[in-house]
């Protein structure tokens, strides 16, 4: 197992039954400033992340009875090794809550689109054929961000919070009212609110009726203005 430089920015887990691919691997994800654990096969990758107890039985929650604490960024694995495929150990990965959110790419000499198509269904962010190129790895670094990201905001939200002296804060309870009191607040608020559109409504029936009264004036004034003779226009001769 080889390890670099542990001020690196990314954590990738290498994982290959051949030792010639884990140290080419190896050097390319070094020239891309990764830090890099190799081992050489998927049980050894289960066990160096914490997940060795539980990696027979068919239940997810086995799988999570450890986690390592050293943060892996990237696990990269070959597809056809002895014992536990790559593709055996992505679903592995998948299937535990603690490490399912960290991408997972499969290696493969072989150009098989089923195989490919598999992997890339069960959750893998890609499928490279060997020999891996440092142009192939440079593709990874979107991933890497996103896992490094996401679990600076886990540390944040389970960190708790600290006041100037570096002493943890006590967490603010809520005020919590009796429930009588707040109910009587509401019953109280339901019926003003009631009286206000009672009020509101009664407005607008003496509004309704007035406009109603006015129009109704106006319609009679102009109804006797129709039927009053006119008599400007007549002059009597004494």
Do not use: W
């Not at 066990?47 to 986690?67: H, K, M, V, W, Y």
């Not at 002296?165 to 707040?182: H, L, R, W």
């Amino acid at each position: 197992m080889g390890m670099a430089a542990a001020e690196s920015q990314f954590h990738v887990l290498a994982v290959d039954d051949s030792f010639l691919d884990r140290k080419l691997i190896e050097r390319l994800l070094q020239k891309s400033s990764c830090q890099v654990t190799t081992v050489d096969s998927g049980y050894k990758a289960l066990e160096f992340l914490g997940l060795r107890q539980g990696i027979e039985s068919n239940d997810p929650n086995a799988l999570s009875t450890s986690p390592q604490e050293v943060e892996v960024n990237l696990i990269i694995t070959d597809y056809c090794m002895p014992g536990m495929t790559g593709y055996d150990l992505l679903k592995k990965l998948k299937e535990s809550s603690a490490f399912k959110n960290i991408p997972v790419v499969i290696m493969s000499s072989e150009n098989v689109p089923a195989r490919i198509s598999r992997c890339l269904e069960e959750g893998a962010e890609e499928f490279f054929l060997k020999p891996v190129r440092l142009a192939d790895l440079n593709k990874l670094k979107p991933h890497m961000m996103k896992s490094k990201l996401n679990n600076q905001k886990l540390e944040e939200i389970e960190e708790p919070s600290k006041d100037e002296n570096g002493t943890v804060a006590a967490a603010v309870e809520p005020e919590i009212k009796d429930s009588a009191e707040v109910g009587s607040k509401i019953l109280t608020l339901q019926s003003e609110l009631e009286t206000k559109q009672e009020l509101l409504q009664v407005a607008q029936q003496e509004e309704q009726t007035l406009s109603n009264n006015k129009r109704k004036s106006l319609e009679e004034g102009l109804s006797t203005d129709r039927s009053r003779p006119r008599f400007e226009c007549i002059t009597t001769a004494v």
